[in-house]
């Protein structure tokens, strides 16, 4: 793995000192911090269950038009609103769509904008928040003070007008990207700020380390400092941050979807088909059930794969 | 001293007035006076605090980074707000252009960007939110005050029912760490935290209200009413105030001043709910800022699904709409509720342990 030895040539960095004793001692704590970590993770079962979970709703998403019985937009209206049978294994909807194949599709967007959006966020956040740890100071008092006058805005009112903004900037011509897009944009607006703090709070501890101190006197650019031998030190956090992030994406998107803000059918996200069960939930409750079920197992995963790795990364804070 | 005991008397009466009007607005009566008391219980216990620790300058910075972030919101919503291609008065029918000439000279829509901001920004200093476009004649004020109060209502009856149940419960789960009582309520916290609202909430009404017959679906009139919307909106917070608990109370319970407090011979009851929990409370009150504020602010979902006439609908409706005013009189208003839930929970930071100095 390219994180680790990134960690461990920083430790040989130390060595200069002591030649053999420290990059030994280096060798073998760096090697066992990565190791006992994901030694712990895999005796916790929760989260290995979990884990195996994620990787197959991903596959699922990823393999959607493989796997998935027909397209997500077929109507066969000769077998509208069906409970489950052999040929619909989950039943149709009101134009008889087949749900489980709308299920897979769903998946894919809704995955789709959990990820990525975790990962603009894990980017961006990363960047403001070293930046701002490590010049500290004014600078951090000056980008702080702007996250925290961004977080005062409230989550549902920024995230409804970045939507709409994005959306209606007339950029995209594909109705479904344009959806996609602009609910990306405006979670990853609003999802970055969280990690800009963590990042921050770790990057200001790990720069009094005596690592760091030790990088510093051997003249190392402070870039190379933060990017190479800060930021692989703090990715623990930075790991379980960006884990507990995708369901509250997968949560905010099926919500924004949900209220007729998101997706708009035929497409299908997990929320767009919530919102087409709540609608006729007094005659086909299972409508609702497949959609929300699907959320709620996917969201569980995360969260206790996040749980087993906060546990894994930082064993006291069980 | 004397002080002292006066503020124990007067936290006791509010306790007990807030506590009668809770009751009485869950009967349907009283609104107002459940208001009053609130407002005085958090008013008094935020004078009593400030005074206390002598705060007094520090809550004026408070207020003073407030108005600050406030008016920085407030520009930010505005342009963004502009930056939406359509207006406010765009129908599917197209008005005649004079029409539309004659209502943007109406709200002053046709001056520059500039001086439409200026204008706005002093009616706000002058607390006029103005008037909405879409429901015409109506204030911003007047609407707002028509749902807030049951926005409110639900989020107070929510809020309490999350710690009533998530504390608790987190602390019984502490306590018997490592069992099964502790791996199977920490199960349940943990579907709690991932079930989507709209899910519990299609599942409470097919079975309650479809199935048995047992409440009403929708709507917000009675006891009956608020029982289900209530349960729906509580039980996320509920079960991340349980999981923040368990973690904070098996951090303190393994101190050293706990195991001198069972040396002493204390009750298990008096030391988990006396001593462990009041040490343990601040990650729960880190919390409960955004919580607070999250929930009060209208769970629009919530209210979606329960047809509750809370503010929810406005805030998403206002958007498509671009009712400017409202728009920016909600988004200043969730705003306002964020940044004071922030400074009353700071001020409570020094309250639970007086070791946090407020500078």
């Given amino acids: 793995m390219g994180l680790r030895t990134q960690t461990i040539e920083s430790q040989e960095l130390l060595t200069t000192k002591d030649k053999v004793g420290t990059s030994l001692m280096a060798k073998i704590q760096s090697h066992s911090l990565w190791n006992e970590s994901i030694k712990r993770l895999k005796k916790n079962k929760t989260a290995i269950i979990s ?3 994620i990787i197959f709703v991903v596959l699922v998403a990823a393999l959607a038009p493989v796997i998935a019985p027909y397209p997500y937009d077929l109507q066969n209206v000769d077998a509208t609103l069906q409970g489950p049978s052999l040929k619909y294994l989950l039943g149709t ?26 990962l603009v966020s894990l980017f961006m956040g990363t960047l403001y928040g070293a930046v701002s740890g490590w010049f500290g100071g004014k600078v951090d008092a000056i980008l702080m003070r702007l996250v925290d006058t961004l977080y005062s805005v409230p989550a549902l009112v920024l995230l409804v007008l970045a939507k709409v903004v994005i959306e209606s900037s007339g950029y995209f011509h594909d109705p479904e990207f344009r959806a996609l897009f602009s609910i990306f944009g405006a979670l990853s607006i609003y999802g970055w700020m969280g990690m800009a703090r963590i990042v921050r709070g770790q990057v200001l501890q790990a720069k009094e380390m005596s690592y760091v101190e030790a990088a510093r006197a051997l003249g ?6 933060v990017s190479r031998h800060i930021i692989p030190n703090i990715l623990g956090p930075v790991i379980v941050t960006l884990t507990f992030q995708i369901p509250s994406n997968v949560m905010f998107e099926s919500f924004l979807s949900f209220i007729g803000l998101g ?8 929320g767009v088909l919530a919102n087409e069960g709540w609608r006729s939930l007094r005659s086909f409750p299972h409508l609702i059930l497949s959609p929300g079920i699907a959320i709620f197992l996917t969201m569980l995963a995360f969260n206790m794969l996040g749980d087993g790795l906060r546990d894994a990364f930082d064993p006291k804070m069980k | 001293m004397e002080k002292e005991k006066l503020f124990d008397a007067y936290k006791i009466f509010m306790g007990l007035m807030a506590l009668m009007g ?4 869950f009967f349907g009566f009283g609104i107002p006076f459940f208001w009053t008391t609130f407002g005085i219980l958090v008013l008094g216990s935020f004078i009593v605090v400030v005074i206390k620790q002598n705060m007094l300058s520090y809550l004026l910075k408070r207020c003073f980074e407030a108005g600050i972030t406030l008016f920085i919101i407030a520009t930010l919503v505005f342009l963004l707000l502009r930056l939406m291609p359509g207006g406010p008065f765009d129908a599917e029918k197209a008005l005649p252009p004079e029409v539309m000439a004659n209502l943007a000279a109406k709200y ?10 200026f204008q706005y920004m002093n009616q706000l200093v002058h607390g006029d939110l103005g008037e909405s476009y879409k429901y015409i004649g109506r204030p911003v004020s007047t609407i707002i005050g028509d749902t807030f109060p049951v926005s409110f209502q639900l989020g107070v009856y929510a809020l309490i029912l999350s710690y009533l149940v998530g504390i608790p419960l987190g602390v019984i789960a502490a306590n018997k760490h490592n069992s099964w009582l502790d791996s199977s309520s920490m199960f349940v916290a943990m579907s709690g935290v991932s079930l989507p609202s709209f899910l519990t909430g299609a599942i409470f009404i097919f079975l309650f209200c479809f199935q048995w017959k047992l409440l009403p679906p929708g709507s917000w009139e009675g006891p009956s009413f608020y029982i289900l919307p209530v349960l729906t909106l509580g039980l996320r917070p509920a079960a991340i105030i349980a999981r923040l608990t368990r973690s904070s109370v098996l951090d ?3 101190s050293d001043f706990v195991r001198t407090a069972y040396a002493k011979g204390l009750s298990q009851r008096v030391i988990l709910f006396k001593h462990v929990l009041k040490n343990s409370l601040i990650p729960v009150l880190t919390y409960s800022g955004p919580l607070i504020a999250d929930i009060l602010s209208g769970a629009f979902i919530i209210e979606m699904i329960f047809s509750i006439p809370g503010m929810g609908k406005h805030l998403i409706l206002s958007v498509t709409n671009r009712d400017y005013p409202l728009v920016l009189g909600l988004a200043l208003l969730f705003s306002v509720i964020l940044v004071l839930c922030n400074l009353v929970v700071d001020l409570f930071y020094a309250v639970v342990d007086p070791r946090i100095q407020l500078a």
């Fill in chain 1, 220 to 225: 190392i650019q402070q870039f190379s400092i």
């Fill in chain 1, 93 to 118: 909807d009101a134009l008889g769509r087949d749900i489980l194949s709308r299920l897979i599709y769903g998946a894919r967007i809704s995955m789709a904008i959990a990820v990525f959006t975790a």
């Fill in chain 1, 51 to 53: 884990l195996y979970f």
């Fill in chain 2, 22 to 25: 809770l009751i009485m607005s």
């Fill in chain 2, 252 to 254: 303190v319970i393994r």
């Fill in chain 1, 263 to 270: 997706l708009q059918p035929p497409f299908s996200s997990w």
């Fill in chain 2, 108 to 117: 002053n829509l046709d001056a520059p960007l500039y001086q439409q901001f």
